[in-house]
């Protein structure tokens, strides 16, 4: 089975800093990478898919990139709603792998 | 307004069973393929099972695999969960959560529910 690693595990940033996340495909996956926001005692929610599509509503600050094996997730300017978990997934085949997650918070 | 609202959780010993269930509405439950996640208390996600749109296609997690049974009645709106055997680390809040788009599988999950809490414990 294919494994999904993010990194780093957690961040904390200033607001208004570029913040990155990296997640990392053990085997090619092409563009079928998923990024989801989960805040504290909250459902997960989908921010980009095709790994660079934004998700209808998601702010513009949030972008995906990569392909095949690497990705990466940007918040260009971090704002204090953007404290939560971010996971990637895999789902161009089961499993649907999710990554360990990284939790962002505000320095 | 798609809704899912999980039910069936609780508290069971090791080596019972649950059935979850995921009721939905708002959309054509029929059309699309729906999936089951955990997470255990303060861990991260775990996608369990996935179930096509017309029943026909199972999929599983490793770690249920042999356990667990995923199964839909799209005549009820309604997608199920079937937890046998349990163990303690299957304890964990489980989220139902809908393809976002339909007919075929391979899709990311774009709506979830507020989840139902499973604890396996003596």
């Known amino acids: 089975d294919i494994q999904m690693t993010q990194s780093p595990s957690s961040l904390s940033a200033s607001v208004g800093d570029r913040v990155t996340i990296t997640c990392r495909a053990s085997?090619?996956?092409?563009?079928?990478l998923a990024w989801y926001q989960q805040k504290a005692g909250k459902v997960p929610k989908l921010l980009i898919y095709?790994?660079?599509t934004l998700q209808s509503g998601v702010p513009y600050r949030f972008s995906g990139s990569g392909s095949g094996t690497d990705f990466t997730l940007t918040i260009s300017s971090l704002q204090p709603e953007d404290v939560a978990t971010y996971y990637c997934?895999?789902?161009?085949?089961?499993?649907?792998?999710f990554g360990q997650g990284t939790k962002v918070e505000i320095k | 307004e798609v809704q899912l609202l999980e039910s069936g959780g609780g508290l069971v010993q090791p080596g019972g069973s649950l059935r979850l269930s995921c009721a939905a509405s708002?959309?054509?439950?029929?059309?699309?393929?729906m999936n089951w996640v955990r997470q255990a208390p303060g861990k991260g996600l775990e996608w369990v099972s996935t179930l096509s749109a017309g029943g026909g296609s199972t999929y599983y997690a490793d770690s249920v695999k042999g356990r667990f049974t995923i199964s839909r009645d799209n005549s009820r709106n309604t997608l199920y969960l079937q937890m046998n055997g349990l163990r303690a680390e299957d304890t964990a809040l489980y989220y139902c959560a809908k393809d976002s788009e339909p007919w075929n599988l391979g899709y990311c999950f774009d709506y979830w529910g507020q989840g139902t809490l499973v604890t396996v414990s003596s």
């Open positions: 997934q895999k789902y161009n085949s089961a499993p649907h792998t």
């Open positions: 095709g790994a660079s």
């Open positions: 085997q090619g996956i092409s563009d079928y």
């Open positions: 708002g959309f054509t439950f029929s059309y699309y393929a």
